[in-house]
């Protein structure tokens, strides 16, 4: 099975950036789709950025802010996250669906905390 390593949270100040990286292990063919979730305490989690093909969807809440990408050479995908609030304080995680030497995968991350706090 394909093992995802997030990286890249922390703590920032209201107004900070922070970006979050999550590599693929394995032998990973293709990346049909990625994407970034997040769960904040008490509350479900929610779709944050995803990108199929060539087409990228953001919440509401990230747009004009978050930015996803991806590097198919190394096989990680980004969010980049600009201007954070408060609000934004969650647990982070990744997902990505493709194809690897085994077959197909569908897999997500551990997860990284972000807190945006002064």
């Known amino acids: 099975q394909v093992q995802l390593v997030e990286s890249g949270g922390g703590l920032v100040q209201p107004g900070g950036s922070l970006r979050l990286s999550c590599a693929a292990s394995?032998?990973?063919?293709?990346?049909?789709?990625c994407g970034w979730y997040r769960q904040a305490p008490g509350k479900q989690r929610e779709m944050v950025a995803s990108?199929?093909?060539?087409?990228?969807t953001y919440a509401d809440s990230a747009k004009g802010r978050f930015t996803i990408s991806r590097d198919n050479g190394r096989i990680t995908v980004y969010l980049h996250m600009n201007n954070l609030k408060p609000e934004d304080t969650a647990v982070y995680y990744c997902?990505?669906?493709?194809?690897?030497?085994?077959?197909?995968?569908?897999?997500w991350g551990q997860g990284t905390q972000v807190t945006v706090s002064s």
């Open positions: 990108m199929t093909g060539g087409r990228t």
């Open positions: 997902h990505l669906v493709g194809e690897y030497g085994s077959g197909p995968f569908d897999s």
């Open positions: 394995g032998s990973v063919f293709t990346i049909s789709s």
